[in-house]
């Protein structure tokens, strides 16, 4: 039920429940996913790919798109990173901090417009939706370390919410474009995924339309929506020519280390045999109880979920390379399923007048969704960053070092002989600039240390060579220690005494970067969702952030691919352009509306 049914409550106080779920569920979701680092100032962001969605953002805020190091040919999250970067002025580790909580809160946030408007759900229901989804594993476990993975499930969630908007004949189609061509800018694979889920809810539309009185032609917007996806599609493959690099590879996956132990660590948080069971019986219940709103809906959920087993199935039995575990967590739908689910028969007693019946179904959503919750939230403070604090404290010692030498200098950093350590740890704790700078040599020091440096000085007679303790230990004796675990063997001595920036943060900061990232979606975003679908305010809010950000994407790589820079004010400037275009759309448009009424009017 959307905040303008004739039925139920009033008016005023229907509007008011709309706008406690969406207060609730973004408190919520914002608790779940920055408490962590509240309650730990000096937690390190978790993940193995964290480091390296850190760096890549770093590298095109300091010097550019076109300095986009790897993954050229998905430049939306540090675009985007980047443009949040200079508008809150955080370092970027509290950026990866903040992130989950930011992306989680905006993806319940577009569930609360997909339940409100797209299914008419109830207020509680659409809020037990989105902290079940949001809050769920599926969701956190994704936030552990796939930053542009978590950014593309919240361009699926509104996508979805605003197929059914427009398979009900009213706007959203150009928003669609929008969501799909930032998605395909984000993680193009999975870009996929999003246009497979229009396509079925279109076809879905065309085979079981869903009768209205007002409309002689149920299946126009169902043909529209269908029109509205490959047109979308189409330029969202072309939108990748604005990429700094085009995709080589369908799937490109390494599998450093031991896949079968990341399987093993990743998938049972899932509890797929439970959720997978749960989302079955919810969706009978929907087919049982839902009426012909809730049940058109189904294929879409049934499809998204099914991408869960599909994943098994792909690894196991076709042996395909696509961890099981990437494709269990964009299966967004079996947590809704499972809500949905347990929400119909409650919906279908209270519709039938059973309150004290309805009141007792209502258990069965207090418990699904707290179930969700528990386990979603266990998964997430239980991951593990995968660079521990005292590491992550000699990096940044050697970026600062880093800071006081001229720009371009080179430094060694001398690894055990035949070892291979990646670069995390760097790639975290430091600049861009200074991590592209560092390069992590395996060195023979059986001839001692002098002849190592020798051979360093014989390539690049201007680098420095420092140990850093977490990666090899200098003789005793050997160097001048300028930081804990930091020892310089080779090099020009600290400019000053070395004083790196803190890692902990305090908890007022990041509650800071977070109030202002996720203002700056909901700003960037509203004029362009009220422009565009012409929802019930309470719908635009739920939907603004996702808009936001996908305008975001775009417009900040377009200036990106012009020139523009996104330090010093470029940022700001990115982000108030896309948003004052997107009030400017929503002026002209109702300009126009009015004079479109004088018109009728006068004739």
Same mark, same amino acid.
């Given at each position: 039920m959307s905040p303008g049914a004739a039925d139920g409550p009033s008016r005023r106080l229907r509007t008011l429940a709309w706008w406690l779920? @969406?207060? *609730? &569920?973004? =408190?919520?979701?914002?608790?779940? !996913?920055?408490?962590?680092?509240?309650r730990d100032p000096g937690r390190v962001p978790s993940g193995l790919d964290t480091p390296g969605y850190v760096w890549r953002a770093g590298s095109v805020y300091e010097a550019g798109i076109d300095a986009l190091p790897a993954f050229r040919d998905r430049p939306g999250h540090p675009v985007l990173v980047s443009v949040l970067r200079d508008v809150t002025g955080a370092s970027p580790m509290d950026l990866a901090r903040v992130w989950p909580a930011v992306i989680a809160a905006s993806i319940g946030l577009a569930v609360v417009a997909l339940a409100g408007s797209g299914l008419r759900e109830r207020p509680l229901v659409a809020g037990a939706v989105? %902290?079940?989804?949001?809050?769920? +594993?599926?969701? &956190? %476990?994704?936030?552990?370390? !796939?930053?542009?993975?978590?950014?593309?499930? $919240?361009?699926?969630?509104? +996508?979805?919410?605003? +197929?059914?908007? *427009? /398979?009900?004949?009213? &706007?959203? =189609? /150009?928003?669609?474009?929008? $969501?799909v061509v930032a998605g395909s800018l984000t993680h193009w694979l999975f870009a996929v995924l999003l246009i497979v889920l229009l396509l079925v809810v279109a076809v879905a539309s065309l085979v079981w339309p869903v009768v209205d009185e007002r409309d002689d032609d149920p299946r126009r917007g169902a043909r529209r929506l269908l029109v509205t996806t490959g047109v979308a599609a189409a330029v969202g493959g072309l939108a990748l020519l604005l990429a700094p690099g085009l995709p080589t590879a369908f799937v490109q996956q390494t599998f450093e280390g031991d896949v079968d132990r990341r399987i093993a660590k990743r998938l049972p948080p899932h509890a797929l045999p439970a959720s997978l069971a749960a989302a079955a019986a919810g969706a009978v219940a929907i087919a049982a109880f839902g009426g012909p709103r809730r049940r058109r809906i189904l294929p879409t959920l049934v499809a998204w979920s099914a991408m869960a087993p599909a994943g098994l199935l792909a690894w196991y039995g076709l042996h395909l390379r696509v961890p099981p575990y990437r494709t269990a967590a964009v299966a967004l739908a079996i947590p809704a399923l499972i809500v949905l689910g347990a929400a119909a028969p409650a919906s279908w007693l209270l519709d039938r007048g059973r309150v004290v019946a309805a009141a007792v179904a209502a258990v069965l959503v207090i418990g699904a969704t707290a179930w969700l919750l528990r386990v979603g939230t266990q998964a997430w403070e239980r991951a593990q960053p995968a660079v521990d604090r005292t590491a992550l404290g000699q990096v940044v010692a050697l970026d600062a070092y880093l800071d006081g030498l001229p720009p371009g200098t080179s430094v060694v950093v001398p690894l055990p002989k035949g070892a291979f350590r990646p670069p995390r740890i760097l790639r975290l704790g430091m600049a861009a600039r200074h991590a592209d700078a560092v390069s992590l040599v395996a060195a023979d020091l059986s001839g001692g240390t002098d002849a190592f440096v020798r051979d360093v000085l014989s390539r690049d007679a201007d680098a420095a060579v420092v140990f850093l303790d977490v990666y090899r230990r200098p003789e005793v004796g050997v160097g001048d220690p300028f930081a804990p675990g930091v020892t310089l063997v080779h090099g020009p001595p600290p400019a000053g005494s070395i004083a790196p920036e803190p890692i902990r943060t305090e908890p007022a900061e990041l509650l800071r970067v977070t109030t202002i990232a996720l203002a700056l979606l909901l700003v960037s975003g509203i004029g362009w969702t009220l422009a565009l679908t012409r929802p019930p305010i309470v719908d635009a809010v739920g939907l603004a952030p996702a808009i936001g950000a996908a305008s975001l994407v775009i417009v900040g790589l377009v200036a990106g691919? $012009?020139? =523009?820079? !996104?330090?010093?004010?470029?940022?700001? =400037?990115?982000? &108030?352009?896309?948003?004052?275009?997107?009030?400017? @759309?929503? %002026? $002209?448009?109702?300009?126009r509306a009015r004079r479109g009424d004088v018109a009728q009017e006068t004739g």
């Open positions: 779920v @969406v207060v *609730v &569920a973004t =408190a919520g979701l914002v608790a779940i !996913y920055l408490g962590p680092f509240l989105a %902290l079940g989804v949001a809050g769920s +594993a599926f969701v &956190a %476990l994704t936030a552990v370390g !796939y930053a542009a993975n978590l950014l593309v499930d $919240l361009f699926v969630v509104a +996508a979805v919410a605003l +197929a059914f908007r *427009v /398979v009900d004949g009213r &706007a959203g =189609a /150009v928003a669609i474009g929008m $969501l691919r $012009l020139g =523009a820079s !996104y330090a010093d004010g470029g940022g700001v =400037a990115i982000a &108030a352009a896309t948003a004052a275009a997107g009030w400017l @759309v929503w %002026l $002209l448009g109702r300009s």
